[in-house]
């Protein structure tokens, strides 16, 4: 997921290490993603945003045979249809084919950033900016009935005051991340709270999260302003015994972290772990401080990818080629808990974005508004070596290397790829009435890539 709608315009096996791609291309051999070129008609935004209106999918996620969908929108469509559904930052429809949309309508009253499904009873969790779910009086968090929208009046809570930035509910507890600052008797920018009361369920009591990036102009030695502590994306690992935690920060449980942390589940209470990527202590363009806005891991668990946006190194400060840093990349880091860890790869697009990212066993999926992917040469132009790939990449998990496969309309950029057993999932917007998945028209907002 991207760190808001306004930022520039660009939501398994053992690697190489230090691979740094220059000009990488295609060659014969080379697998391809396990992915359609082919997308499935599914439901859409309702706008196009030609009048610059910008609306945005901000996160998707299944529970049992319903997809839920959430961001700020206002109309959707079904497949193939031109009447518009009036839904309010909130909408479902079925995850089987013919994916229409469902009477789920919470009619949120604000931005939905996220959303996570309570596997067991069939409810979700909802988290964002908004005072009225339902008609019902609740702050930035609320539980709703996954059938009719309606707010649970059992879940209350008194700790999280702020945004709302992302849920994970695993191991019996609801993960809760965004923006909110400590008080004087709880942590803040992270809770665990139990996931049908909104009660603390006292599990995260000493992750204790601090700092912010207040960077120094390298060209100008004039101080940029500082951004606001927060989580802002989490991803589950898939034996759910640890979270990749993306935000704004730079100690964690007494740590030293920037950018991403991982956080193990064990049993009491969590341990922050000492994995620490040193390529993400550097810093990017000034007014992009925050730059690893998503991550993902390998199905062995062994390897961490990240997504990042940043434009350029901030220091030395060049936007001339080669690329260095970590910005504006797609990178691979062992997932051994070691600190100071250095990149096993990394696959520039050339001063492009990339917000989300997934993988399987055989395909890494970065998403943006790239244009290229393989592009460590140049900088906002197809440099040398550089392959042409918008919207939608897809790497070799051991080595980076370019995968042919579908590609999208850029708009503003992917925030979020969801990975299941039956294909891809990708959340974007209808900027510059941006509707192209894999060349075909049809999916503003949602595109599906079947396997």
């Known amino acids: 997921m991207r760190e808001g709608s306004f930022m520039r315009r660009r939501i398994g096996t053992a690697l190489v290490a230090g691979l740094a791609f220059l000009g990488l291309g295609f060659s014969p051999g080379v697998a391809s993603a396990a992915v359609s070129s082919l997308p499935a008609a599914t439901p859409q935004l309702g706008t196009s945003g030609t009048d610059g209106t910008i609306e945005q999918v901000r996160q998707i996620v299944q529970c049992g045979t319903t997809m839920y969908a959430v961001g700020l929108f206002s109309q959707v469509k079904n497949p193939n249809s031109s009447v518009l559904i009036a839904r309010n930052n909130t909408f479902a429809f079925s995850a089987v084919s013919p994916y229409r949309v469902t009477a789920w309508n919470p009619n949120v009253n604000g931005q939905v950033d996220t959303v996570a499904c309570d596997a067991g009873t069939g409810s979700l969790l909802l988290g964002g900016v908004f005072s009225s779910v339902h008609g019902v009086a609740v702050k930035n968090i609320a539980r709703v009935n996954g059938t009719t929208g309606a707010v649970d009046p059992a879940f209350t809570h008194t700790s999280i005051g702020g945004r709302v930035a992302h849920i994970e509910i695993v191991g019996g507890h609801a993960l809760v991340g965004g923006y909110f600052t400590p008080t004087k008797t709880t942590p803040g920018y992270l809770r665990s709270l139990d996931p049908l009361t909104g009660a603390d369920d006292g599990y995260i009591t000493t ?62 209470a969590p341990t922050v772990s000492a994995w620490a990527p040193s390529d993400l202590f550097l810093h990017c363009a000034t007014n992009e401080p925050f730059y690893a806005q998503d991550a993902a891991w390998s199905t062995d668990m062994k390897t961490i990818f990240t997504a990042t946006t940043g434009d350029y190194q901030a220091d030395p400060g060049s936007s001339a080629g080669p690329r260095t840093g970590p910005c504006d990349a797609a990178l691979a880091f062992s997932a051994a808990a070691v600190a100071n860890g250095a990149h096993l790869w990394v696959n520039y697009t050339g001063c492009d974005s990339y917000f989300s990212v997934a993988a399987d066993a055989s395909t890494v999926f970065n998403a943006g508004h790239q244009r290229w992917v393989s592009n460590p040469n140049a900088c906002d132009q197809a440099g040398s070596g550089a392959i042409v790939q918008p919207g939608l990449s897809e790497l070799d998990p051991a080595t980076g290397i370019y995968q042919p496969g579908p590609n999208r309309g850029r708009g503003l950029g992917a925030d979020d790829l969801l990975r299941t057993t039956a294909g891809l999932w990708i959340a974007s917007d209808n900027q510059a009435n941006t509707a192209a998945c894999a060349g075909k028209a049809g999916h503003m907002g949602i595109c599906f890539l079947p396997n």
């Not at 759910?240 to 956080?263: D, K, P, W, Y």
Request: no cysteine; charged share 10%; proline share 8%.
């Open 207 to 268: 992750t204790l999260i601090s700092g912010n990036y207040f960077y120094t102009d390298p060209l100008t030695g004039k101080p940029a302003a500082p951004n606001a502590t927060r989580i802002w994306n989490m991803t589950v690992s898939p034996d759910s015994t640890a979270v990749l935690m993306t935000g704004v920060f730079t100690s964690v449980g007494g740590q030293h972290h920037e950018q991403i942390f991982r956080l193990d589940l064990t049993p009491n």
